[in-house]
């Protein structure tokens, strides 16, 4: 789909639309494609100086952007950029919530710290965020959120710490934010993502067979871009999913409907 074609469709031309973790990977290409349709978005990140770039590039395109430096785990943090945005656009229609962190750990020996760390931006960062932007929504009477979780928030991905409880967490919150501001007309619904490139895993990549290695574990036999998930927060923002709400939409290239085949079948199947 050619997202810088028909703005109309996704009804999202000038439209508020914010997205956490927007100087990088996943959050940089929702930024992208929301400009593409129109949107006015605003772009947070605790990076000041990758947000500074990212909104420069999208401006040289004619975008328009906001950017604010916000630590998703502060709650003062995210109140002050609520309070910006709201002064200088008006209610957001959208939030996007996209950043996060991994920091890696058996469950015997990670850190409490980093434990909690992981928490503090993955989940309740996705709170803070909801809570601050969603008030406003709910008065408004219309407006959406789209978590992005991850597939480690229904596999768990051994060895990396709080991630896979801290999505497992953010799928079921988004749920409960649906049954709890749909009826005030504020959409909530969460994207899994599965195996996607990003600045992050570039470097595995290099390694070479290891591409194809992970190609071979999903359906579609290739490895997700960042605009793979984006488009998906795109429709998932916009008056065109209006009657999805409290939904989980798995973006893995098939990789969760694998088990199956991963099973040495000789004869049957090519992944063994």
């Not at 850190?111 to 909801?130: H, I, K, P, Q, R």
């Amino acid at each position: 789909m050619n997202m810088s074609g028909d703005k109309s469709w996704l009804e999202l031309d000038d439209r508020v639309c914010v997205v956490t973790g927007a100087a990088s990977g996943i959050g940089a290409s929702v930024a992208e494609r929301l400009t593409q349709v129109g949107a006015r978005v605003v772009l947070l990140d605790r990076d000041a100086q990758g947000l500074r770039r990212m909104q420069d590039q999208l401006q040289a395109k004619g975008a328009k952007t906001l950017a604010v430096t916000c630590d998703i785990s502060d709650a003062a943090s995210v109140q002050a950029a609520a309070e910006k945005v709201l002064s200088t656009w008006g209610t957001a229609y959208a939030l996007i919530n996209n950043a996060g962190l991994l920091r890696s750990g058996g469950l015997a020996d990670v850190s409490l710290d980093e434990w909690n760390e992981v928490l503090a931006v993955n989940l309740t960062g996705y709170l803070l965020c909801a809570r601050a932007f969603g008030a406003a929504m709910r008065a408004a009477g219309e407006g959406c959120i789209v978590n992005v979780a991850s597939i480690s928030g229904l596999f768990p991905q051994s060895h990396s710490g709080a991630y896979s409880a801290s999505k497992a967490g953010v799928l079921l919150m988004s749920r409960q934010m649906a049954v709890e501001w749909g009826p005030q007309g504020v959409r909530s619904n969460a994207i899994c993502p599965g195996m996607i490139r990003t600045a992050l895993s570039a470097k595995f990549y290099e390694e070479p067979g290891f591409e194809a290695k992970r190609s071979a574990v999903t359906a579609s036999r290739r490895i997700g871009e960042p605009q793979d998930i984006a488009d998906v927060a795109v429709f998932l923002a916009s008056p065109r999913s209006g009657y999805i709400n409290g939904a989980e939409l798995v973006v893995d290239g098939g990789m969760s409907c694998m088990l199956m085949d991963m099973v040495p079948r000789p004869g049957y199947n090519q992944t063994a």
